[in-house]
């Protein structure tokens, strides 16, 4: 299988930070990188995929990048409402997906 | 509205079985693959399985840690994705959520015309706690 590792595993960062994920793949996936964001209690949002494209209705705010191995996952300026677990997913095996362990990001 | 809802969660005890259920509105539940992801108490995300559209085969995968007891299944008709789980650990005990598959089609010039196929999980479900314990 392959294995998604993120970093951090948790972030404290300040409304209107620049803020940024990784994300590395155990093997070359191409683009086949999505990201999720999840708020407690709640179920998770699609924010990009295929490593960088923004879903419809997702603040311009959200990017993505990368291919192969390492992906990253950038918030431009956070808001109050982006403090949440981030997830990375691949999606390049279509006999197994993962996601990454999640990113914590909070309120410094 | 484009929605999943599902259903069928509880608390059952080791070793039985349980159905959940995935009813899809505002779209047509056929023309999409069907993803299974669960979250245990207090942890991340972890892909269970998924059924294929009738279009391409209505073919399934499976997680290693739920494969021979776990089944996906589809009754395209009802608009309806099932999770049928049998031999239930307490490992089991998660959150349930059923997913809509997107997918983004790229034609990627080359000597001979190769598609990509970019899958997504675009719509999620509110989720169903499965609880095994004795």
């Known amino acids: 299988d392959i294995q998604m590792t993120q970093s951090p595993s948790s972030l404290s960062a300040s409304v209107g930070d620049r803020v940024t994920i990784t994300c590395r793949a155990s093997q070359s996936i191409s683009s086949y990188l999505n990201w999720y964001q999840q708020k407690p209690g709640k179920a998770p949002k699609l924010l990009i995929y295929?490593?960088?494209s923004l879903q419809s209705g997702v603040p311009s705010r959200f990017s993505g990048s990368g291919s192969g191995t390492d992906f990253t996952l950038t918030i431009s300026s956070l808001q109050p409402e982006d403090f949440a677990t981030y997830y990375c997913?691949?999606?390049?095996?279509?006999?197994?997906?993962?996601f990454g362990q999640g990113t914590k990001l909070e309120i410094k | 509205e484009v929605q999943l809802v599902e259903s069928g969660g509880g608390l059952v005890q080791p070793g039985r079985s349980l159905r959940l259920s995935c009813t899809a509105s505002?779209?047509?539940?056929?023309?999409?693959?069907v993803s299974w992801v669960r979250q245990a108490p207090g942890k991340g995300l972890e892909w269970v399985g998924f059924i294929r559209s009738k279009a391409y085969g209505g073919t399934t995968e499976y997680a290693a840690s739920v494969k021979g007891r776990f089944t996906v299944s589809r009754d395209d008709s009802k608009s309806i994705a099932y999770l049928q789980m049998n031999s239930l650990k307490t490992e089991d005990t998660a959150v349930y959520y059923c997913t809509r598959e997107g997918v983004r089609i790229v034609v990627v010039p080359a000597a001979t015309v190769r598609l990509d196929y970019y899958y997504y999980m675009d719509v999620w479900g509110k989720g169903t706690t499965v609880t095994v314990s004795s």
């Open positions: 295929a490593a960088s």
């Open positions: 505002g779209f047509t539940l056929g023309d999409y693959a």
């Open positions: 997913q691949q999606s390049y095996s279509t006999l197994s997906y993962t």
